[in-house]
């Protein structure tokens, strides 16, 4: 292909250009982007994410101009060439594991070390002893060792218990034999498997004497330090191309009786006695617990920011696209609408823009809540713990902050995924044809997203934890054990009044629209817990109910949290009245867009009227998205998300989107640099093929 001609590249798009509409746009607000950032992260974190910006895109591995256009081997190999260079500027510059996180998010794709520098790690610092630590974790934190977290199975992924893979206790010897037994006790979806770790932090079921232990992780090298090549008896290698994820080597592993150390067992919490053969039992399990709450609780917090790329490029483009014109628009308007004017687009982009904020601040409350719990997860089991057991239900009345927190986290965690999930897909059709393109910066990122949704436990089985929890709660609330937590003070508020009634006001009132979700959580657990102990239905006959119940009181907690936050003087007595007046005005949009999609559930509830859920519907919505509109482009702005990071022609802050999405389709593109035979009879493909791919060297 020639070069561009220069009579092409003189050529600017029709009408205002993009620059000037968002220039228009931010200055019909008046809210203060800097300050509303430094809410959101705090100035340390900008500043801190600003400098690692700088240093990424100092570096050419970095350089993002042809990742769209790369295959599945090409986007391995750029991904691990970051990755390598990533893990030397990691000691080059002393980052400690917040820098780490922020240069993640800025290059926003996964790399092959994730998974060692995320669950290998986590999990030799939790689960090892002082012996254990020298000999797995010290090599693995200078990067001798590259390991991963090989749990999930063919077979079986939610079903923790059901792993097949067997670890098996060799008295004679002191030794374990690692074993596959069937096609689906293969490891499947381990991240940093597939060609690239050395060693695995392996799940297994404990057999010692032939009798069952449960599931424990042991450490496996399974590749040759030096050649890289599998060791005897170990099969290992990658599960091939995903819908996204596809920089990951995800991979599968098999063992075929495979003898380990002693040591290999992690014992900081269990572990097999050399001199008697047997099993050790952990002193506190609610450890082990605390840091799956701790991942869940993470997830939560980063699904606000997950969401806001989507619209922070959806809105920036509505501002920027122009389709057809307003037909009720005075005569002397003329020219097409921003379509960003459209209620019908405003109606699809708004409510997430609010959305964003409420799960930010959710977020963070889910961290305040699991800090604060840190001292009793290292406490001894209480008699009310002790009860528990592991099936899908607990009967034993009682209520505790723990039990609060994972029951929280796994309804959180549901929710705040399939929101962004859900949400990002929306961003990208309201984007219109443009948003199909990979230059839109949204698919991909979709794509890659989208297993958030089912790891660290699916999205659909952990509403029963929340449920089996909300039950336990509701029994004691009905056995008149005084509230010791927010959800046994609402179950009790409720249990009170149930035959008086609500009365809430929630188009005027914002405290009461709070209470309206609290009532609404309150009655589907009481509803829930009648079919369960009154009518003596069946578990798995409950299950759509439980996930209604799950969602309703996420959903509360996610109301309750943005009200609060506002609330909070502390939280934002630096920004100026406008800012926080806006603020208020998107936990309105939330809360009512909310209650009347979930209508029915809060018609049947009796927590408001037919007439209040068609004046939130037909009047509140409908104003407040009027109301947000002029501030759409400032707010988006506050989330402080470099260009570099969106990888974005729609997304762009200076606003020339078709200008960009010209020259990457022009004049990045390879295609454009091959020479195609067409014509069926000839077996030439290519006349010529001049494309330079950039590939991953350091």
């Not at 037909?327 to 921003?338: C, S, T």
Request: proline letters at 5%; hydrophobic letters at 35%; one cysteine or more.
């Amino acid at each position: 292909m020639s070069q561009i001609p220069h009579w092409v590249r003189s050529l600017k798009p029709s009408g205002p250009q993009g620059s000037e509409l968002l220039a228009s746009e931010r200055n019909s607000s008046k809210i203060d982007v800097a300050q509303l950032s430094k809410v959101l992260f705090t100035k340390e974190v900008l500043e801190r994410k600003r400098k690692i910006l700088a240093i990424l895109q100092s570096e050419k591995i970095f350089d993002r101009s042809q990742d769209c256009f790369n295959g599945r081997i090409d986007k391995f190999e750029v991904a691990l060439g970051r990755a390598k260079r990533l893990a030397q500027i990691f000691q080059e510059q002393n980052w400690d594991d917040v820098d780490r996180r922020f240069a993640n998010d800025l290059i926003s794709e996964p790399l092959p070390y994730a998974l060692h520098e995320s669950m290998y790690l986590v999990t030799l610092r939790n689960q090892t002893t002082p012996e254990q630590q020298e000999k797995y974790l010290k090599p693995a934190e200078s990067y001798a060792n590259i390991g991963c977290y090989a749990q999930t199975e063919l077979g079986h992924g939610s079903n923790v218990r059901g792993l097949e893979t067997t670890a098996v206790w060799n008295p004679e010897d002191k030794t374990f034999t690692l074993h596959s037994p069937h096609l689906t006790s293969a490891k499947w979806w381990i991240g940093t498997l597939g060609r690239t770790a050395n060693h695995a932090a392996v799940m297994a079921q404990l057999i010692i004497g032939g009798k069952p232990y449960g599931p424990h992780p042991f450490i496996v090298q399974i590749r040759d330090l030096k050649t890289h090549e599998l060791l005897p008896n170990i099969y290992a290698g990658d599960i091939g191309p995903k819908f996204g994820y596809n920089t990951m080597d995800n991979g599968f592993l098999l063992f075929n009786h495979v003898k380990i150390p002693h040591i290999a067992m992690l014992a900081r919490y269990s572990s097999v006695d050399l001199k008697t053969n047997q099993y050790v039992r952990p002193a506190s399990p609610t450890l082990v617990y605390g840091t799956l709450t701790w991942v869940r609780s993470t997830i939560v917090m980063q699904s606000g920011s997950v969401l806001a790329r989507g619209v922070t490029i959806a809105t920036r483009y509505a501002a920027v696209r122009r389709q057809f014109q307003d037909r009720d628009a005075p005569p002397h308007v003329r020219g097409e609408n921003p379509v960003i004017n459209y209620t019908m687009v405003q109606i699809r982009l708004l409510p997430l823009l609010a959305t964003c904020f409420a799960l930010h601040f959710t977020g963070k409350g889910m961290m305040q809540l699991y800090e604060a719990n840190q001292k009793k997860m290292s406490q001894s089991r209480t008699p009310d713990q002790a009860k528990r057991h592991s099936g899908p239900e607990e009967t034993v009345p009682g209520s505790d902050l723990l039990a609060d927190l994972h029951a929280t986290s796994c309804g959180l965690k549901s929710l705040s995924s399939h929101t962004a999930a859900e949400g990002l897909e929306v961003c990208r059709r309201a984007c219109g044809g443009h948003g199909y393109s990979s230059f839109a910066g949204i698919g991909q990122w979709y794509a890659d997203y989208l297993p958030t949704a089912t790891w660290e436990g699916d999205n659909y089985m952990l509403t029963q934890q929340v449920a089996r929890y909300m039950l336990k709660s509701a029994r004691s609330v009905l056995r008149g054990v005084e509230p010791t937590n927010d959800t046994t003070n609402i179950l009790t508020y409720y249990h009170k009044r149930a035959d008086v009634g609500a009365a809430f006001d929630i188009i005027g009132r914002d405290e009461d629209l709070v209470a309206a979700f609290a009532w609404r959580s309150a009655y589907l657990t009481f509803e829930a817990l009648r079919h369960r102990d009154e009518q003596k239905k069946s578990w798995n006959s409950l299950l759509v109910a439980f996930y209604r119940l799950s969602r309703a009181h996420s959903q509360y907690i996610v109301v309750k949290n943005f009200y609060e936050t506002l609330q909070h003087q502390q939280q934002t007595a630096e920004l100026d009245p406008e800012t926080q007046g806006v603020l208020y005005k998107l936990f309105r949009l939330y809360a009512l867009h909310t209650l009347e999609s979930e209508a029915s559930e809060f018609f049947t509830s009796a927590a408001c009227t037919v007439r209040q859920i068609q004046l939130a519907r037909t009047t509140a919505v409908m104003k407040l998205l009027e109301e947000v509109r002029p501030h759409a482009i400032r707010l988006v702005d506050s989330w402080d998300f470099p260009d570099y990071q969106l990888d974005s022609s729609l997304g762009r802050f200076d606003g020339n989107v078709y200008e960009d999405m010209f020259y990457r389709a022009a004049e990045l593109n390879p295609l454009n640099r091959i020479t195609v035979d067409p014509y069926p009879h000839n077996a030439t493909i290519f006349k010529s093929n001049e494309a330079n791919q950039v590939k991953g060297k350091l």
